[in-house]
């Protein structure tokens, strides 16, 4: 409450009333985001979970891709130029898929 109060003395609100409305829709507004937040996070945790199990091809980073294959990204993406590095080129960048990274590491390939 006392919150409220030196709300009031800085605002120099005559009308308290308005004070303690407006200290409830900014409570409300804040009990929606963190709805909105947790629903979000429903809805997109399951959409991950089900790429897995799918057989969908999972994308990864050029950094995660470097750790990966234990290299410096500016290796993994001269490797990439060159064709050594299994990727894909969407325009100007490189799209790195876990699974040919995988499968190309079990074969005994290594980045140059």
């Known amino acids: ?9 800085y ?7 308005f004070v ?3 200290l409830d829709a900014l409570a409300d507004a804040r009990r929606q985001n ?9 809805l997109t945790e399951p959409a991950a979970s089900t790429a897995e199990h799918s ?18 990204c500016a290796t993994l993406y001269a490797g990439a ?8 080129r969407v325009g100007l960048r490189y799209v790195f898929v876990r699974e ?4 190309w590491l079990r074969q005994g ?3 140059a």
């Open 109 to 111: 390939n290594t980045p």
């Open 55 to 72: 057989g969908a091809p999972t994308i990864i980073s050029a950094e995660d891709a470097a750790a990966l294959l234990d290299i410096p």
């Open 34 to 42: 963190v709805e909105l937040c947790s629903t979000m996070r429903a």
């Open 11 to 17: 605002l120099r609100v005559v009308n308290p009333v």
């Open 1 to 9: 409450m006392s919150f409220d109060v030196s709300l009031m003395k």
């Open 81 to 88: 130029r060159n064709g050594e590095i299994p990727c894909h």
């Open 100 to 103: 040919p990274l995988v499968a």
């Open 20 to 22: 303690l409305k407006l």
